[in-house]
């Protein structure tokens, strides 16, 4: 009895999931939709909140078009994907002038501080090619210099335009901030360019 | 002689009107039920072309037109491009005998059902041309699958639709739907538990039959990339495609006069074509809706559900019924 119980009662039981299951899906046809209608509507920006693009960098808070990057490729050494790429500044070169003075300063026996180079990278290039997006340059950046972008409209048509210039793109969005056109309205403008 | 050239020529304009309706359907349901799969899964689905996406298949059906006709190398050429063909052209047949109203019907014939389920036998013999003909083991190994489903499927639908001829004592579809007319109480889905039970065995082995999701294992494009109709391009896969929706709306149409009424109303006087395109489009839409409910089972579970549920139920089904004919 309880093996005709297991395989003939209890089947014809569950079929009742058959119906829940249409009941799930039929309910869900009339909820309003969710997707948005990419060119003529964007999506705002609290969801973009959550949206992980590519990596880009953080500005420094009162400088906002130098990064607070310290040019210290723990990024570069810790990505898996090996799409980044730092180069660290050169110290500034001295003048003709200024070297003389050093030196003459240095015959007289003072304490001569050469000038040192700054902490901020020459360049940060940055393949979105290659990335995975696994988050770990993130993690690692002692700075807190790194970050996920919303940049969520971009798309390119080479391989040639995912390779970006990070550096570059901060000074635009420093720009960008600074300008009075608030940023809802440029997020539309972006997308009707692309489309 | 006069009255042979008329019957010829009602033949004739039926099998127009059939081909017409069969594409319009094709059309039509190919945006419903994409639009259908979009709202469930809460997206708008095709929204481009035209005013909510309403020319796109049109579109598509150009983009597939335009296509190549390739034939794989070393594939039966004749073979491969009778399979499409055999498969699209039985479907017409189909639609002749469906009493759309009381005269729009194409051809009254005395053997109705027995057309209906011979022609649409095609469908088996033309998947496994398809199959064998393409030099393909994906094609080969779906058409197997696709037919073993076919073949196992079309036994309990025979067996419910062999309760309904023995309860009418006809297999002329017209008198079938001739005997519901009246109350809504008269359509055979209500007149005794037996019927009642005989509708749900009918709409099972019709998603069965018409490779409908969660049944579609002959295209499971997951394990065999479309099976049978792998190597398919242009209107070769185009007519498979038109058929598979052809079929869906002849069993449907069947299963509306065998069940439903066909033609007449809920209530008597208000009969007319447009109650059976109610009901088959009611029974069509839940064959989309189900399809975007329901994973797809897997092979052994298709067989099982079929010999061990569906076969049992429909036998003992006809037994019932056999029984309640007789007292
Ligand atoms: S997210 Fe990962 S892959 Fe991308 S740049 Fe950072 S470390 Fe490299
Ligand atoms: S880990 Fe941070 S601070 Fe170091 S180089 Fe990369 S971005 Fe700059």
Redesign the pocket.
Request: charged letters at 15%; hydrophobic letters at 50%; aromatic letters at 12%.
């Given at each position: 009895m309880g093996k005709f119980k297991e395989k003939v009662i209890q089947p014809i039981l569950d079929s009742w999931s058959l119906i829940v299951g249409l009941k799930i899906t039929g309910k869900y046809f009339f909820k309003p939709l969710i997707t948005v209608h990419y060119p003529r509507q964007v999506i705002d920006d609290e969801n973009l909140e959550t949206y992980g693009g590519h990596?880009e960098l953080i500005g420094k808070p009162k400088d906002p078009a130098t990064p607070k990057c310290i040019s210290c490729m723990m990024?570069v050494t810790?990505?898996?994907?090996k799409?980044?790429t730092v180069v660290k500044s050169k110290p500034p070169k001295l003048t003709a002038a200024e070297e003389e003075a050093m030196k003459a300063a240095e015959e007289a026996g003072e304490k001569v501080v050469k000038p040192k180079a700054p902490k901020n990278p020459a360049k940060f290039l940055?393949d979105y090619t290659l990335?995975?997006?696994?988050?770990?340059?993130?993690d690692n950046c002692p700075a807190k210099s790194l970050k996920f972008s919303n940049n969520i409209y971009w798309v390119a048509t080479s391989r040639k335009e995912m390779k970006i210039d990070l550096l570059a793109r901060l000074k635009e969005q420093a720009t960008e901030l600074s300008a009075p056109a608030p940023k809802t309205e440029a997020a539309p403008a972006a997308a009707e360019k692309e489309a | 002689m006069n009255a042979f050239l008329m019957n010829l020529l009602v033949l004739i304009i039926a099998a127009v009107a059939a081909m017409a309706w069969l594409g319009i359907n094709a059309l039509v349901w190919v945006y419903c039920e994409r639009k259908f799969a979009g709202h469930i899964q809460r997206r708008p689905g095709p929204f481009e072309v035209g005013p909510h996406g309403v020319l796109q298949p049109l579109i598509d059906g150009l983009k597939l037109m335009g296509k190549q006709l390739l034939t794989p190398d070393n594939a039966d050429a004749v073979l491969y491009w009778l399979a499409p063909l055999l498969s699209m052209l039985p479907v017409l047949l189909l639609f002749l005998p469906i009493p759309y109203g009381p005269v729009l019907t194409g051809m009254d014939v005395n053997l109705g059902l027995l057309l209906i389920l011979a022609f649409s036998s095609f469908n088996g013999l033309a998947v496994i041309l398809a199959g064998w003909a393409s030099n393909n083991k994906w094609g080969v190994l779906g058409a197997a699958r696709a037919v073993s489903q076919t073949v196992a499927y079309e036994i309990p639908l025979l067996l419910t639709v062999l309760a309904i001829s023995f309860m009418t004592g006809t297999l002329s579809l017209t008198e079938i739907t001739a005997m519901q007319e009246g109350y809504i109480w008269n359509w055979f889905i209500f007149r005794n538990p037996f019927t009642f039970l005989s509708f749900f065995v009918f709409i099972i082995a019709m998603f069965g039959e018409t490779n409908r999701a969660p049944f579609d294992l002959a295209e499971a494009e997951s394990e065999l990339t479309a099976g049978f109709h792998t190597e398919y391009s242009s209107m070769g896969f185009g007519l498979f495609f038109m058929a598979e929706y052809g079929y869906m709306v002849v069993m449907c149409s069947v299963c509306s006069v065998l069940f439903l009424g066909g033609y007449h109303g809920p209530i008597p006087g208000i009969d007319g074509w447009w109650w059976m395109l109610v009901k088959t489009y009611a029974l069509l839409s839940l064959m989309v809706w189900a399809r975007w409910t329901y994973p797809r089972v897997r092979f052994d579970q298709l067989l099982n559900i079929n010999w061990k549920w569906l076969l049992p139920l429909a036998t003992f089904n006809l037994l019932a019924i056999a029984l309640i004919v007789k007292l």
């Amino acid at each position: 009895m309880g093996k005709f119980k297991e395989k003939v009662i209890q089947p014809i039981l569950d079929s009742w999931s058959l119906i829940v299951g249409l009941k799930i899906t039929g309910k869900y046809f009339f909820k309003p939709l969710i997707t948005v209608h990419y060119p003529r509507q964007v999506i705002d920006d609290e969801n973009l909140e959550t949206y992980g693009g590519h990596v880009e960098l953080i500005g420094k808070p009162k400088d906002p078009a130098t990064p607070k990057c310290i040019s210290c490729m723990m990024c570069v050494t810790n990505c898996p994907s090996k799409c980044l790429t730092v180069v660290k500044s050169k110290p500034p070169k001295l003048t003709a002038a200024e070297e003389e003075a050093m030196k003459a300063a240095e015959e007289a026996g003072e304490k001569v501080v050469k000038p040192k180079a700054p902490k901020n990278p020459a360049k940060f290039l940055y393949d979105y090619t290659l990335c995975s997006l696994c988050g770990t340059c993130i993690d690692n950046c002692p700075a807190k210099s790194l970050k996920f972008s919303n940049n969520i409209y971009w798309v390119a048509t080479s391989r040639k335009e995912m390779k970006i210039d990070l550096l570059a793109r901060l000074k635009e969005q420093a720009t960008e901030l600074s300008a009075p056109a608030p940023k809802t309205e440029a997020a539309p403008a972006a997308a009707e360019k692309e489309a | 002689m006069n009255a042979f050239l008329m019957n010829l020529l009602v033949l004739i304009i039926a099998a127009v009107a059939a081909m017409a309706w069969l594409g319009i359907n094709a059309l039509v349901w190919v945006y419903c039920e994409r639009k259908f799969a979009g709202h469930i899964q809460r997206r708008p689905g095709p929204f481009e072309v035209g005013p909510h996406g309403v020319l796109q298949p049109l579109i598509d059906g150009l983009k597939l037109m335009g296509k190549q006709l390739l034939t794989p190398d070393n594939a039966d050429a004749v073979l491969y491009w009778l399979a499409p063909l055999l498969s699209m052209l039985p479907v017409l047949l189909l639609f002749l005998p469906i009493p759309y109203g009381p005269v729009l019907t194409g051809m009254d014939v005395n053997l109705g059902l027995l057309l209906i389920l011979a022609f649409s036998s095609f469908n088996g013999l033309a998947v496994i041309l398809a199959g064998w003909a393409s030099n393909n083991k994906w094609g080969v190994l779906g058409a197997a699958r696709a037919v073993s489903q076919t073949v196992a499927y079309e036994i309990p639908l025979l067996l419910t639709v062999l309760a309904i001829s023995f309860m009418t004592g006809t297999l002329s579809l017209t008198e079938i739907t001739a005997m519901q007319e009246g109350y809504i109480w008269n359509w055979f889905i209500f007149r005794n538990p037996f019927t009642f039970l005989s509708f749900f065995v009918f709409i099972i082995a019709m998603f069965g039959e018409t490779n409908r999701a969660p049944f579609d294992l002959a295209e499971a494009e997951s394990e065999l990339t479309a099976g049978f109709h792998t190597e398919y391009s242009s209107m070769g896969f185009g007519l498979f495609f038109m058929a598979e929706y052809g079929y869906m709306v002849v069993m449907c149409s069947v299963c509306s006069v065998l069940f439903l009424g066909g033609y007449h109303g809920p209530i008597p006087g208000i009969d007319g074509w447009w109650w059976m395109l109610v009901k088959t489009y009611a029974l069509l839409s839940l064959m989309v809706w189900a399809r975007w409910t329901y994973p797809r089972v897997r092979f052994d579970q298709l067989l099982n559900i079929n010999w061990k549920w569906l076969l049992p139920l429909a036998t003992f089904n006809l037994l019932a019924i056999a029984l309640i004919v007789k007292l």
